[in-house]
Structures are given as C-alpha cells and as structure tokens.
C-alpha cells in the first residue's frame, strides 16, 4: 500500500499477521496480505479498529495474463453491497520494468474508474504486448466509496513475457 497517498486525518495500522487497517471519514479500509481489500463502516472514534462491522465493498485485482491477440489484460474489480447510495468506483495503474535488479518500474498505462452506481465496478484493461521480453509487473488500484478516496494498494509483484500464454 503506498501509504503517502493516504488523506492527513487516516488513521493506520499494521497487525502482527501484516493487515493493513485505514479509518477516514468514518470508513474503513482494510487491505489483506494477499492484496485484497474491504470497505466497511468504521468505528466512530479514528483511533479503534473494528473487526466486527459489515463489509459494505470487497475488491481485488484481476490476474495478470497475455491472451490469444498478444494482448496483457489488467485491472481490478469492487463490489459493494449498497451502491444505489454509496456510489464506487475503482482507479488503476499498470506498472512495469525491466527484470535486472536496479530496472526502475514506470507507470505503463493508468485507467480512471467511472462512477458504479450498480454493485459491481470493473476497470479491466488491455496493453499491447509487442515483444517476447519479460517484465516485472504491478497493478495499483485506488478504492473510492461514498465520495472517499482511499491510498493506491498495491499487487503482488509478477515478471511476465509476451510471449506467454
């Protein structure tokens, strides 16, 4: 999660298992270990962290994978349970580099989410994938719910070619 992209008045936490926990304005994010996330009612104080109150979105990102066309598809995808009145929606940046240890990554393609007013808010892409050379890949997702924009979170880090299928 990139934390610098978190509102001044978020409230954070780390648990000992390594779930990230972000409570503003009276949300609350939580950001599993495998880059899952859940929007939910927060407490009503910023400094608790509550287990106990309904997921209201869940998100993740879609896999990463070249298809027939030797297209690299991308992205991410929230559902929330109420969306008639919590309108969502889910940004997404694709970001690749080089496999040697010092190749930078570097944004590739980002993709802006409309605004679901239906439960379901995709943001899947597609980037050319001209060359058989592999690159090490990420995809970042920026949550928002209710009108609240959540810190970019982060996938797992994957190399992929062009060439794989």
């Keep these: 999660m990139d934390l610098e992209t978190a509102a001044d008045d978020a409230q954070i936490r780390v648990d000992q298992s390594g779930t990230i926990t972000v409570n503003q304005d009276d949300l609350q994010l939580t950001v599993n270990q495998d880059s899952t996330w859940e929007i939910s009612e927060g407490p009503s104080h910023s400094d608790e ?12 990102f879609a896999n990463l994978l ?3 066309e030797n297209d690299l598809q991308w992205g991410a995808q929230q559902v929330c349970d109420d ?6 929606r889910v940004d997404v940046e694709l970001r690749q580099g080089g496999t040697g240890f010092f190749d930078p990554q570097i944004l590739k393609h980002s993709s802006t989410g409309s605004w679901a007013y239906s439960r379901i808010a995709n943001n899947f892409n597609y980037d050319q994938c001209p060359n058989s050379v592999d690159h090490r890949t990420r995809v970042r997702a920026q949550p928002w719910a209710n009108d609240v924009q959540f810190p970019w979170i982060t996938s797992d880090e994957i190399v992929i070619g062009c060439n794989t299928r």
């Design 66 to 68: 070249v298809n027939a």
């Design 49 to 60: 962290v509550s287990s106990s109150w309904a997921s209201l979105c869940a998100g993740y």
């Design 83 to 88: 969306a008639s009145t919590w309108p969502h």
